[in-house]
């Protein structure tokens, strides 16, 4: 029996942070509902405290605002802060994608080219969830070789904002041209030209900046 040990409290605390964040951008705790913590702790199978904690990290994220001792619920989506998050996110994969090229082994260009396969089916055939998990794939390949946690932290905190308003464009009925720019970068990628790439990556985010621009 000693391979089963207790689940440390930092797992619980990701645990709870994760679902509750995907359950956030995927639009099943809707902007404007109010959450608490007995409610999901229940739902989730665990104890208050790392719902508690999960929700503190999900108000510095933005995800969700808390008034003390009033209320704790899901932020709207805000334009102004899907394109701030954009640019940041947009200038962290720019860096990560200058590192990563000259670094990118074919292996890691196969993977992009089956992440991006997979991306194009996803949005023909209207899944949304498939779709961004492939991107997130993708795009993960770059932030993954080019060894910036940094970057990394930085990508994943602020994503999220994105993916919530690109969500919802595609339940709007929204089409998602980057299955083209995606075989772009990846063929940059695969002839190390790193500039190309960064050109590419570029272009990618602004259209997401635009479409936040938009709303």
Not at 169 to 194: K, N, P, Q, Y
């Amino acid at each position: 029996m000693e391979a089963i040990r207790p689940v440390s409290r930092t797992l619980l605390r990701d645990r709870a942070y994760e679902a509750i964040r995907d359950a956030i951008v995927a639009g099943e705790i809707e902007p404007g509902a109010v959450v608490r913590d007995a409610d999901l702790a229940e739902r989730l199978g665990l104890s208050r405290a790392p719902v508690r904690e999960a929700f503190s990290r999900l108000v510095d994220e933005g995800l969700l605002e808390s008034k003390p001792q009033s209320y704790t619920r899901v932020t709207s989506v805000v334009a102004a802060e899907v394109r701030d998050a954009a640019a940041v996110v947009g200038a962290m994969h720019e860096l990560v994608t200058r590192v990563a090229v000259p670094r990118l082994a074919v292996a890691d260009v196969e993977i992009m080219r089956a992440a991006n396969e997979r991306f194009a089916t996803a949005v023909a055939a209207g899944e949304v969830d498939l779709a961004l998990r492939a991107d997130d794939e993708l795009h993960d390949v770059l932030v993954r070789v080019s060894g910036n946690r940094a970057a990394a932290a930085t990508v994943a905190r602020y994503t999220p904002l994105i993916r919530r308003l690109e969500r919802r464009r595609f339940g709007e009925g929204g089409t998602c041209r980057s299955a083209g720019l995606h075989e772009r970068l990846i063929e940059a990628c695969a002839a190390g030209d790193v500039d190309e790439a960064v050109r590419v990556t570029a272009e990618i985010w602004r259209g997401l900046a635009e479409l936040a621009a938009s709303d």
